[in-house]
Each structure stands twice: as structure tokens, then as C-alpha cells.
């Protein structure tokens, strides 16, 4: 699947029409990546809204790539770069398409420059929470209490200048809001959650400016599997592969919703080379519920072995891969499974070379722990036609708690691609701390949400170090977190010192094999996201 859009070639375009089909659209957004840490905030906004929000890169489509491509509507984001002193890479061309425009921040600027409205450095800079006012003239906040606080972090001013239409402003911002001909834009960032009514600025310009219709049929979608599958599981029993992330509990309540007399489902939690937090997820959103059961299987010993030895990252992804079929298998002989039910997603699918109607060879780009595992009886997937963001909103429209759809990515090997070299028992038990430690603080300072993604790597480093005064060794652990829309590519998230100092003491005080910890400050490319 296409994860961003960077040429109109013959390829990307094809990849594209696959998508279109598979969300039931011939309309998309196309977001034009600035650089802003939100980024992926805005993708997931458009996601929730059931709209097909498509990345692009600034810095290689050009004018005729989007003429091409013939999106809806375009969105620019924030960055750090600055329209006037610093200009982003941008095809300014692109404005004179007439195609409606929204930027927000750093976008907004651009766009305002290049229509010779005065861009400058602002002797007063909004950071933080503002109030904003706007005249209630403008479709971008249709429905909107005419004051509403948003967060600003911008250190240029765009002016009031008779080239504009002016909609709103802040105390320091005197065109905070604004229009020209088929651009608009805002100085505040609304896909965070301290803008009020972000979700509905983002909603008025694809659906009042834009004027598209196409939203991903959720409810239809959810409806049309739900009675596939009962006529499939009526009067049978359903193994559910549960690892309380996304995809799998968005399985889950698909079959809850499919129950009838004499069907009975029965989740299964594989522990060994999870994260901490993963177990108690799935033991607080499904483990008291009365239309399933729950079994937590510890296969430590089972992927220790299997892994022993091991040191190249797929002869890893393998063997774990082996062992979590061994158990389904297992567990569904056990059960007296008639199927075995997964949150595999075509993405899976796609990146594990399948998923064309062409018999054209296709690449295969990793291979993932939930396709091609043939097991003995029959295999579920109603995921398997979606991507990340279709199956988030059909488990939105069947009532998927949100703490579950919005879970940091976590890869299907587990803490296998998160420890260095061989795995063993102590380095899966500091990989365990020191992930549960790190999230912990991450949502203490507020900083989660507005991480793509972080994890915690047990290198093979080993460091001279001191504890209760004498002389001792401990690994070196590496935190890293980056900012991303779509993990095709990221920057290193520059997190706050004083977090990371406090992350730091924490893992070396409460872990005592770890001796250091180091923060990768490296973006996607050249590092991939995941240590291994």
C-alpha cells in the first residue's frame, strides 16, 4: 500500500485506485507533510472522520504530481521552517490549481507569502493555550461558539493585509484565521486536543469547502461483516488471537456483535515477548466481559528456546512466528476451535507479498507473525480488506473503546526486535521494565499523545557503572520516540530534557542490570523505526 505520495508515476497512481476501492471512495485529502510534530494528529482526525487522508511529500510533488492525482481538497501542515527566512520545500505552483486549501500554522504562512500578504517575526509569539475569536462568517467554523480556546506555537505573524479575509484572531495574531480565493488558513494547530472543536474545523473544510460527500461507510461495513460472520460462527466455536492492540480487539467486537445461540468465543493472550501494559489492556477491557472467555498462555520458555541462538532480526521474526502458531494450534484442539480468528489487515497482507488480483509478482517487504500461517482448521481475517485507519473506524462504529484505537503501534514481534542479539530471560525482563517505565512517564507528562511512536531497546552495550558504592556492569538501554503520520518516515521526537533525565533515573534506579540509558536522535531515513 501506498504510505506516501511522492510522484504521480504509473505505480503510485494504480496503488492509489487499490486503495479508493478498498475505502468504497473516489474522493482523498491530500495532506502535505511540513515537518510539524501533530502531523499524525491530522491524519488521524481525517481518519475518524472516515475521509481517505493521503501523505505527501513537500519536497518532491510537484504541481502537475497533484493535477494528476486530482485530490478533493489539500491540507499543509505546521513545521519549524519558516515561510519568509527559512521557506519549507514546497511546489508553490500547486496554490494556482484551485484546488481548496487549508494551512494550518507554518501552511498557513506559506500560502499567505506567496500571495504577497506580509509574513513576518513577531515581536510577541504564541505558544500555549490562546483564545480565539472569529466573526461567525466563515464555513471553516460553521456551528462554533464564537470564542473557543486553541493552542498556538508560532513565532511569525501573518498581517492584516486587504489581500485577506480576515475570520478570527488571537491577542497576538490579528489574522489568525483568514481566506483567499481558495485558500484558507489557521495560525492555531486544531488537530490537538487542546484546540476546542478541532474535529469540527477539520469536518466543515473536507465537507462545507471542499464539498466531499465520500465517508468511509463504517456502520455499513461493520453491518455487512458482522452478518457474514454469523452465518459463518453460528453454533461455533471462534479462537480469537487477542493482544488488546487495535486490529485484534476491533476483531473482538465484531464477533460480540455476531454472537448467536450456541456460538462461544474464546480469547486467547499470548505473554512471553509482550509489553506490560498489552496483559492489562486485555485484562481490563475484555477479562470481566460475558460473552467471551480469556486465557493468558506465558510462552516464555516456549519463544526462549526457539529464539536461543538466534541473532539476525527475521531468523528472529521466524522463530516467533513458528511458536505463535504452535499455540493457536494448541489452544484451538484444546477449545475445540472451529476457527481461528485474527486482526490481520490487508496492509499485512500487502507488505507480506499478497494482495493483488494480478498474478504479478509482488515484493515482499517483512514477514509478518498473522498471514500465511495455515493452520489446520479454517482462519477468520474480516479485517482483511481493510487498512489501519478503515478497521480503527469500523471498531469505532461497533463502540471499540478509544483507548484501544489509539494505542501506540507496537510490531507483532514483540520486545524480539526491541533487545540486541540473542534473546534471553533477563534481557526480555529489563526490555519489560524498561518499556513500562517509559510509557508510564510519557503519559505522566502528558507527552503520549503526541508521540507517534516510542519503544525502549536493550542493546548488547555493556557499561562500567556504580551502585551502593561499589564497582558493577549493566546494559545500556536506548529510548527512543519519533513523530511520524504514517511510519514511512519520522523525525527523532525532540522529547524535553528534564523527561528524559527523569526516565533515565528511574530505569537505572529500578532496574539493576541496567547501567545506562542513551535517547536515539537519528530520523527515518537512514534508521528504520524499530531497532530491528
Known amino acids: 500500500m501506498l504510505q506516501t505520495f511522492k510522484r504521480a508515476s504509473t505505480e503510485a497512481l494504480a496503488e492509489i485506485a487499490e486503495e479508493k476501492k478498498i475505502r468504497k471512495t473516489n474522493e482523498l485529502i491530500l495532506l502535505f507533510s511540513m515537518g510539524s510534530q501533530f502531523d499524525h494528529l491530522i491524519k488521524q482526525k481525517l481518519d475518524s472522520l472516515g475521509v481517505f487522508c493521503l501523505v505527501a511529500d513537500p519536497a518532491s510533488v510537484k504541481a502537475q504530481d497533484v493535477k494528476d492525482l486530482s485530490p478533493t481538497g489539500i491540507i499543509l501542515s505546521g513545521g519549524p ?11 508553490r505552483d500547486i496554490f494556482d490549481l484551485g484546488i481548496p486549501t487549508l494551512g494550518v500554522c507554518l501552511g498557513y504562512q506559506t500560502w499567505a507569502y506567496y500571495a504577497g500578504v506580509p509574513v513576518t517575526s513577531s515581536d510577541k509569539r504564541e505558544f500555549g493555550t490562546h483564545l480565539f475569536t472569529h466573526d461567525g462568517k466563515s464555513p471553516l467554523f460553521d456551528g462554533l461558539p464564537l470564542q473557543f480556546k486553541v493552542l498556538e506555537s508560532h513565532g511569525d505573524k501573518i498581517h492584516a493585509d486587504s489581500k485577506l479575509t480576515i475570520f478570527g484572531t488571537t491577542e497576538h495574531a490579528p489574522a489568525a484565521a483568514g481566506n483567499f480565493k481558495h485558500l484558507w488558513g489557521v495560525q492555531f494547530h486544531p488537530e490537538v486536543t487542546e484546540t476546542e472543536y478541532g474535529d469540527k474545523i477539520y469536518e466543515n473544510f473536507c465537507f462545507k469547502i471542499c464539498g466531499a460527500k465520500d465517508k468511509f461507510p463504517s456502520a455499513e461495513m461493520a453491518e455487512k ?82 529464539l536461543a541462538g538466534k541473532i539476525g532480526m527475521k531468523e528472529k521474526r521466524i522463530a516467533m512466528r ?49 498471514v500465511n500461517l495455515n493452520f489446520s482448521i479454517p482462519e477468520l481475517q474480516p479485517l482483511a480488506d481493510c487498512v489501519k485507519d478503515t478497521g480503527r473506524n469500523i471498531g469505532r462504529a461497533l463502540g471499540t473503546p478509544e483507548d484501544l484505537l489509539h494505542r ?100 537505572t534506579n529500578e532496574i539493576r542490570e541496567a547501567g545506562a540509558v542513551v535517547y536515539r536522535i537519528s530520523d527515518k531515513p537512514p534508521v528504520t523505526i524499530e531497532w530491528g
Open 225 to 306: 461483516k458482522i452478518a457474514e460472520l454469523k452465518n459463518q460462527i453460528a453454533g461455533k466455536n471462534v479462537l480469537l488471537a487477542l493482544s488488546g492492540g487495535t486490529d485484534s480487539s476491533t476483531v473482538a467486537y465484531l464477533l460480540k456483535h455476531s454472537l448467536s445461540e450456541g456460538a462461544k468465543i474464546h480469547g486467547v493472550y499470548i505473554k512471553g515477548i509482550d509489553r506490560p501494559e498489552d496483559e492489562a489492556h486485555v485484562e481490563k477491557y475484555f477479562g470481566k466481559e460475558n460473552w467471551l472467555t480469556i486465557k493468558i498462555v506465558d510462552a516464555t520458555d516456549k519463544f526462549l528456546a526457539a
Open 322 to 370: 513458528g511458536i505463535y502458531k504452535e499455540i493457536l494450534e494448541a489452544e484451538a484442539k484444546e477449545f475445540k476451535a472451529d476457527f481461528i480468528a485474527q486482526g490481520t489487515l490487508y496492509t499485512d497482507i500487502s507488505e507480506s507479498g499478497g494482495g493483488y488480483d494480478s498474478g504479478a509478482r509482488k515484493a515482499e517487504i517483512k514477514i509478518h507473525h498473522n
Open 81 to 91: 521552517a519558516s515561510a519568509h527566512a527559512e521557506p519549507p520545500p514546497f511546489d
Open 408 to 507: 501506540h503501534p507496537f510490531p507483532g514481534p514483540g520486545l524480539v526486535v526491541r533487545i540486541e542479539g540473542e534473546i534471553t530471560k533477563e534481557k526480555l525482563k529489563i526490555a519489560r521494565a524498561a518499556d513500562a517505565i517509559y510509557m508510564e512517564e510519557l503519559r505522566n507528562w502528558n507527552l503520549y499523545q503526541t508521540i507517534w511512536q516510542a519503544g525502549a531497546v536493550v542493546t548488547n552495550s555493556v557499561t562500567t557503572c556504580t551502585k551502593g558504592d561499589d564497582a558493577a556492569e549493566g546494559y545500556v538501554v536506548a529510548l527512543w520516540a519519533v513523530w511520524s503520520v504514517n511510519g514511512f518516515t519520522a523525525r527523532a521526537a525532540d522529547l524535553p530534557h528534564d523527561f528524559l533525565s527523569s526516565v533515565a533515573r528511574r530505569i
